[in-house]
């Protein structure tokens, strides 16, 4: 079964502090990784996105890691700020080719939500 | 910037009501995605449309929801009936294309629906 496991479930940081969200899935034939950003009430929003050849990715503060052979992916958000208060979530995207063409299916973890104190 | 447009952002339903939600991509964008996300929970999804034609919507519950993308830009989806179980946000995304393996997906901000 294809799936996307995401931990911890939420977290409470101090504003200035680093931490560090995980995601491991199984989804089969793998196509890329992607990390969203979502604020409550809103759509997620873009982070990161890393192909089978590709072991880090950085936008701004997030730093986002894949080891395809282990299945595992991690998020770090440094110097985190309140505005990093959100849910984050793990989004794995399973190749169809078809013969004329090729396209991703998204599959969706349950996110990490994080909780940024003063 | 490019905005996905959505509305209603909420709506409030009695069970065995209709409802609709619609949602206006990016411009250019061939891609269209209908997700319903239950609190807590990430986003499923429901439907897939590449211009006007449907490329997935296993997921659908074809007894009560349907949607449409008639021109091949903007989509409308419904529900009817409602059941309380549909309580969810709705959310509708769309990317330049399916077939870049890279293609990022723009979301709208939703419609969160209550149905009571």
Redesign the interface.
């Known amino acids: 079964k294809n799936q996307?496991e995401q931990s911890p479930q939420s977290l409470i940081i101090l504003e200035g502090k680093n931490c560090t969200l995980q995601c491991n899935y199984t989804v089969s034939p793998f196509?890329?990784l992607r990390w969203y950003k979502q604020d409550t009430?809103?759509?997620?929003?873009?982070l990161t996105?890393m192909?089978f050849s590709e072991n880090t990715k950085s936008n701004g503060r997030y730093t986002a890691t894949l080891d395809a052979d282990t299945k595992q992916s991690s998020l770090h958000i440094t110097a985190s700020q309140l505005s990093d208060s959100a849910s984050y979530?793990c989004?794995v995207?399973r190749?169809f080719i078809m013969t004329t063409?090729?396209?991703?299916?998204?599959q969706?973890?349950?996110?990490t939500q994080v909780v940024v104190t003063p | 910037e490019a905005e996905v447009a959505q509305s209603p952002r909420y709506k409030i339903t009695e069970k065995s009501q209709a409802v609709a939600f619609w949602c206006d991509p990016i411009s250019g964008h061939a891609t269209l995605y209908w997700y319903r996300q239950i609190l807590g929970q990430g986003p499923e999804l429901l439907v897939q449309f590449q211009d006007e034609s449907v490329v997935d919507d296993s997921q659908l519950p074809k007894d009560r929801f349907s949607a449409e993308r008639l021109k091949g830009v903007d989509s409308t989806l419904k529900i009817q009936p409602a059941e309380l179980g549909d309580s969810a946000m709705y959310l509708c995304a769309s990317s330049l294309t399916t077939s870049a393996l890279r293609h990022i997906q723009y979301f709208g901000a939703g419609t969160r629906l209550s149905v009571l």
């Open positions: 996307v196509s890329n009430g809103r759509g997620p929003v873009s996105i192909t979530i989004v995207s190749l063409d090729s396209w991703g299916k998204f969706f973890g349950a996110g």
